[in-house]
């Protein structure tokens, strides 16, 4: 561990944002203050922004969690407590097409570990959308 568990504990992992969106399973309402800070707050793929309470409202009413998938994470630092995560999802919608997402989440380290202070979706163009690389069942 030394060197490479301080390392993985100076930035956030995919599994942290994960948490929150991933591919049929739901974040547990009591982890989502944990994890998005005081100040969050969202710009959804409608252009809609929403607060960290109504994100915590709106992820703890949900029963099921949709098939999402994301892949092409890459993570940046872009301060000595700051990252930024960007990646694509793609989710399928009632017409069958799938829902092509552009994201991007800042993360900021504090006393409790990585928060989600920021998250923005932007829907993707197909011509510009990566092929999808979804998991085995």
Request: glycine share 8%.
């Amino acid at each position: 561990s030394g060197r490479a568990g301080m390392a993985a504990s100076r930035q956030p992992s995919i599994a942290l944002d994960a948490a929150l969106h991933h591919h049929g399973t739901l974040c547990p309402p009591d982890r989502l203050p944990v994890l998005l800070h005081p100040t969050f707050h969202e710009v959804g793929r409608s252009g809609i922004p929403y607060s960290r309470d109504t994100v915590i409202r709106y992820l703890s009413s949900c029963q099921t969690a949709p098939p999402t998938f994301s892949f092409g994470h890459t993570l940046h630092k872009i301060g000595e407590q700051q990252a930024l995560l960007c990646y694509a999802s793609s989710s399928p919608v009632e017409n069958g097409e799938p829902l092509n997402t552009w994201r991007s989440s800042i993360w900021v380290a504090g006393t409790d570990g990585w928060q989600l202070i920021y998250h923005q979706a932007t829907p993707a163009e197909p011509a510009s959308f990566p092929t999808p690389i979804h998991p085995n069942p």
